[in-house]
């Protein structure tokens, strides 16, 4: 058995043994879900499977496994302790409707210990305790199918109860080698424990698997008057496995019916795994991460285990910011966007504390790009985009980072001077003695950001360690101040985009709407506009999409555009609340953030009832697409910026 077992090898025997057990290998989702708003990234490996797990025929069949991209946003301003990361790798394996307890558990005993050689001692496992209220029986059948396992490899596995956290620290381990827990712990669903989940959504009890680094982990301060026990924080035990038995749905009256199929949702950190494998639970010391902690090292001269925090955020943070990018998602202001501003500017700050010099992000980058590249292509597909946009955020937020601390140490050192009037005028009583101001202004929080780019969290954590308490919600009220009027300027800039109100404008403006359609429907819905200037002689339309359309996607665009202004139809213009608006789906808008509260939405439809274009916009329109006159051709598509193409077209 390989001892030095890495993360990439410790996935690939994961999947060969899941393949060789009937399974389809799927490849992973993006991070950011597809025709899900309801969450902004893909935080587990079933989230993209729930219509199949609800029945739904998968055309891969009825046993699928994977190695899924995660991100949990949360976690965020977590990173910095041994476990947390937001991005993360979940090996998974599901059976919809097919197998059952029987098999899942064996397979994944099996794997971790004749597969990645683990040793059978030090697994621990949890079932359901089982709901009374819920009318839902405790897991008898996990337990017996446990105690096999176990005894095949020696153990004699005995099953004893914990019920809540809280009792697990009265009672401890007792004996055990399998525990009982309550839903709180050993239940789960999108949204935690039964009580939390809303009508509709599916779960059910789930089992476990806990690796046990030993004794002298149990480093959580609570633990010195308190028993350790698996599920609990106590630093000795870490989760490296959950199979659910997903055959439950919530009904509207909270009472919970089975589905017509029984499911398995199987989820395995692989970095947490790939540390088990280590026996050391720090995951940045796993291969996949040691390596950009080792690159860490050698730029910054400094040792890992003296910088443990601002290490582990920067490995974490270039690591997700790579992979977000990866699937598209550019640092930006709003939404998925923002979160990787976030990951790449609270990096550039701790590499900044250890004196990384600036212009070694691209090279982290890179880093990360050949751990992946061989499972996951599209880094390497993606390379260029995402080293330049990494180096471009890293090169903005360098510029404004120094007096950006540099206003922080102003602002907190600022001091309020109690002043007396004196014949009228204001004047500095210097008998009273200055008092240290322990707040950062909602005004100083919004100046960091405008003109500084410390996005609020950014700030906020900073302001905490000095001790400092932020006005948040004064903050708020700025920024909804701000946006507005940015509003307002995006729509002047946005007339401005017109040359003037002519006819021929005016066709070219509706042919620019068919044109985002078009490329919407060949490239994905990622595509939006970026940018729009049009003249009495042709259209220039910015876009957000990574690479190159090819000759061959713009022709089809192209005859989209010909096909709407063939078939001719009329332009309707519709006022409806933005909240309505951005819940229809078929309704195309670049920044929604950016428009007033009621909204302006144009539809192409064509006279064979066919939907060309939906989209918000302030106009002006044809009437009929019939009215634009002559052929549309694009006679130029080109980079304008990272991330954004640039369309010439003309109407002949
Ligand atoms: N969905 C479960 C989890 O996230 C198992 O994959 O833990």
Redesign the pocket.
Known sequence: MNQNMGGNEIRQKYLEFMRKNGHAIIPSSALVPENDPTTLFT?????PLIPYLMGEAHPKGVRLANSQK?FRANDLEEVGDNRHTTFFE?L?NWSLGDYFKKEQLRWFFTYLVDEVGLDPNRIYVTVFAGDEKLGIPADEESVLLWQELFREKGIDAKAVHIGTEERGYEVGMQGGRIFYYDAGKNW?S?SGKPENMPTGEIGGP?S?VFYDFGPEYATHPIFKDKAPHPNSDSGQFLEI????FIEYIKQADGSFTKLPQRNV????GLERISAAKNGDPDVFKVDLLANVVRQIESLSGKKYDDNLVAFRVITDHIRGAVFMIGDGVLPGNEQQGYFVRRLLRRAVRFADDLNIKAGEFANLAEGVISTYQNHFVNLTEKRTEIIEAIAKEEEQFRKTLESGMKQFSKISLQIHLTSTEKDGKKVIDKSIPPIKIKAISAQNAFDLYTTYGFPIELTEEIAEEKGLVVDRKGFETLMEEHRAKSRAGAEQKFKGGLADHSEKVVQYHTATHLLLAGLRKELGEHVHQAGSNITGERLRFDFTHPDKVERDVLDRVEAFVNSAIKTGGEVTIEMLPKDVAQEDQTIEASFWDRYPDEVKVYTMKGNDGATFSRELCGGPHVKRLEEIKGVFKIVKEESSSAGVRRIKGIIE
């Open positions: 935080s587990s490996g079933m989230q995660c979940m998974g789960w999108r789930d476990e496995g959950n199979s659910v949702d199987f989820g395995g």
